[in-house]
């Protein structure tokens, strides 16, 4: 009887994370960690996304006996790149938002009903609009964490009149999670919390596992530099394989397992492994597109960035805004980081721009963070 009275005290949440790359699902996972780990009593969270449904699953298999379920349901339509570029397809981007809007009620509707079903007690949503409204409909606490929304994400790519919807949905969350970036209107009609960069930190066992595995640091001169790059899962450039970088031996690059690269000196992280950021910390400086989640990772193991610049997202404008005077990078050309050689000078060239402290402590973030939720759970 008193474990099925504890039962029935048990919140429920349901926290969805978006199908568009994997850096939303790398921050859900470190905050999913934490809050299991420090929630003053047990509660039910389901984690709800399509696309990166393996990789936070995997991530999260340890945590699997606390009271986690996994639900397989798409939630956000998310960008489209050109073929063999970093920039915006906009015509498909025009026919693919359309059909996604022609299905957006149902889809609301789809997850209102879930929520009543399932008797949850609070939704979670990065950044997905449609849970949002569910939750509204369905009378469910709702809270946005983000350091943008797909409302602003699109301005500058689609006609503000077909952005209405979006703008609606997001008016109806309770309350919001501004992270570092974020340059939004004031969502949140019952209040806000702002938090910096966070991450999952890198495990020092592991690292400097991967450290001996590799070589770093070892029969090198001083000119050796460990190069990682992430350029993101969505970019298939077919001159990738034909950048002047790969062919210079003074450096190990560090590259995922989709990138089209190869060479002695290049070192390809294994398709199966979830915890890159153990990678990451191997590195002399990082070469990514503005994403958070990377950014995020090289500010706390405080690692120089070289970013792909690309003018039509507004999500990397306002990320990059973050940075400038408060952590060490560089903004480059697509063209020009294919032709461009990375040696010591380039590297120090970045880290001699004078700089604050980008460098909020994760740990303290995401605690945070969890603070707020846990008045909720």
């Known amino acids: 009887m008193q474990m099925q009275m504890e039962m029935e005290k048990q919140s429920t949440i349901c926290y969805y994370i978006s199908d568009y790359g994997y850096g939303h699902a790398a921050r859900g996972i470190a905050l999913i960690r934490r809050l299991l780990e420090t929630s003053p009593r047990p509660f039910r969270f389901i984690v709800c996304c399509s696309r990166p449904l393996s990789f936070v699953r ?23 790149v050109q073929e063999n570029s970093m920039e915006p397809d906009l015509d498909r981007l025009q026919v693919e938002y359309r059909s996604y809007m022609s299905v957006f009620p149902d889809l609301i509707a789809r997850e209102r009903d879930y929520l009543l079903q399932n008797k949850v007690d609070m939704v979670l949503s990065d950044i997905s609009p449609v849970p949002i409204k569910a939750a509204s409909q369905a009378g469910i606490t709702s809270i946005g964490m983000s350091n943008f929304t797909w409302y602003t994400a699109y301005e500058k790519m689609l006609d503000s009149g077909l952005l209405a919807p979006l703008y609606d949905a997001y008016l109806h969350m309770d309350y919001f999670i501004s992270l570092a970036g974020s340059e939004e209107p004031p969502w949140g009609r019952r209040g806000y919390v702002k938090a910096g960069f966070f991450c999952r930190a890198p495990e020092k066992r592991e690292w400097s596992r991967l450290q001996s595995l590799h070589g770093k640091g070892k029969g090198k001169d001083d000119g050796a530099l460990t190069v990682f790059v992430a350029l993101g899962m969505d970019i298939h450039a077919r001159d990738m394989k034909d950048m002047a ?33 153990n990678y990451l910390a191997l590195a002399d400086i990082v070469i990514t597109k503005p994403g958070w989640g990377v ?28 940075l400038t ?53």
């Open 58 to 80: 995997e991530s999260l298999r340890a945590a699997a006996q606390k009271g986690l379920e996994f639900r397989d349901a798409a939630t956000d339509l998310g960008y489209f």
């Open 325 to 377: 005077g408060r952590h060490p990078y560089r903004m480059i050309g697509w063209d020009e980081l294919k032709g461009s050689a990375i040696t010591r000078q380039f590297v120090d060239a970045i880290y001699a721009a004078p700089t604050g402290d980008a460098a909020s402590d994760s740990d303290e973030q995401l605690q945070r963070i969890c603070a707020f939720l846990h008045e909720w759970v």
């Open 295 to 322: 950014i995020s990772e090289a500010v706390h193991c405080n690692k120089p960035l070289l970013m792909v610049k690309r003018d039509l997202f507004m999500e990397d404008l306002h990320t990059t805004n973050a």
């Open 245 to 277: 970088m790969w062919k210079d031996e003074d450096c190990t690059f560090i590259v995922s397992s989709h990138m089209d690269a190869s060479g002695p000196n290049v070192v390809r992280i294994p398709p199966s492994y979830t915890e890159s950021q």
